[in-house]
């Protein structure tokens, strides 16, 4: 079946250390999307990447960084540049075009 | 950038009422989508409704359906006869034509509580 991975589900990092959360998906979606969801927040985007080698910073890239080197896969890093990093992460895609997006079903990061 | 309003965080209704989600949204655009996505406690997210702003006619899914008042900027989700499996975080969510990537811009959500 198609579909979005994501993994771990679970992720627990000590504090300063850099963390990367895997998103691969096997929908042949050209652009993918990271976004992160606090409790009362909504869900706010990262970055985002349209086509291979190529990726946009969203309204809260800051401390993060991404990689888009095969079509499938958009793997994020949570550096230890950001300030609060403890958060849910969710991955999706779309064909490029106003459609819904296939989400994947998230990674709990906790940074102690 | 475009801002989207979910005004009521939290909202409880009974099995086999109805209910009505608000949502409101600021744009200088003329064309753009609107989407209703549906996360329950599992944290999937779920699309629940599409909506197309060059559209007049209102879009319906099922029980689940919009009232797009494009003047108003105003994107309400109204759901019929609800059930326990209705129970969820739903979130408004606005996307331009072209040119931000088709990134999605979300509200902040609103819990449902649908009670026996």
């Known amino acids: 079946d198609g579909g979005i991975t994501q993994s771990p589900k679970y992720l627990f990092r000590k504090e300063g250390q850099n963390v990367t959360l895997s998103c691969e998906q096997n929908?042949?979606?050209?652009?993918m999307y990271w976004y992160r969801q606090d409790p009362g927040q909504g869900l706010r985007l990262i970055y985002y990447?349209?086509?291979?080698?190529?990726?946009q910073k969203g309204d809260i890239a800051e401390g993060y960084s991404v990689s888009r080197e095969k079509k499938e896969s958009f793997p994020l890093t949570v550096t230890s540049a950001q300030k609060n990093p403890t958060a849910f992460y969710l991955c999706a895609s779309t064909d490029r075009g106003p459609y819904g997006y296939t989400f994947g079903s998230g990674t709990r990061l906790t940074v102690v | 950038a475009q801002t989207v309003t979910q005004s009521q965080p939290e909202m409880s209704v009974q099995e086999a009422e109805t209910v009505t989600l608000s949502c409101t949204y600021d744009?200088?655009?003329?064309?753009?989508?609107l989407f209703w996505y549906k996360q329950p406690p599992s944290r999937q997210m779920i699309l629940v409704i599409r909506q197309e702003a060059y559209k007049q006619q209102n879009a319906t899914e099922n029980r689940f359906s919009v009232n797009f008042q494009k003047a108003a900027k105003s994107f309400s989700l109204k759901i019929s006869d609800s059930q326990l499996g209705d129970t969820a975080m739903y979130f408004c969510a606005f996307m331009n034509e072209a040119g931000s990537g088709y990134a999605l811009n979300f509200g902040k959500g609103t819990s449902l509580l649908v009670t026996p």
């Open positions: 744009t200088s655009e003329s064309n753009y989508y």
């Open positions: 990447s349209q086509i291979v080698n190529d990726f």
């Open positions: 929908l042949n979606h050209d652009a």
